[in-house]
């Protein structure tokens, strides 16, 4: 499904190998840590509009977002985007303001790592 304003179903066996391991790994408080190999060295995130430039910056990040809210995550769709994207959209449910979000999370990927990913409203 390429450059498509559809989602296919979730299938974590079509999806880069980095992408299905910081999904699985990014709501573990234990498991952040071990997962900030799957970004490159000068990858970038943008969540909330903020942008963390860096693993150093990134690891921050992982650990502000493990403590800021209790949610669940649920992986409902995905697409691909060119040559090295790909936006996974996700439904979240929690005590942050709202209680359900569903939000896209847009890769890309280079050399086998998380280049960039940017956390968003779809």
Do not use: C
Not at 66 to 75: P, W
Request: hydrophobic share 45%; charged share 25%; proline share 3%.
């Amino acid at each position: 499904m390429t450059n498509s304003n559809r989602f296919a179903p979730y299938d974590a066996d079509a999806l880069p190998a980095a992408i299905v391991r910081y999904l699985a790994a990014k709501d573990d408080i234990r498991g952040r840590e071990s997962i900030i190999d799957v970004f490159a060295a000068d990858a970038s995130v943008t969540d909330e509009r903020i942008r963390y430039d860096g693993r150093d910056a990134i690891l921050g990040w992982l650990g502000t977002v493990a403590t800021e809210f209790t949610y669940t995550t649920t992986l409902i769709g995905q697409r691909r985007e060119g040559d090295s994207g790909w936006v996974v959209l996700a439904r979240l449910e929690g005590d942050f303001p709202g209680g359900i979000a569903e939000l896209g999370f847009r890769f890309t990927v280079q050399a086998d790592h998380i280049a960039e990913l940017v956390i968003a409203p779809v």
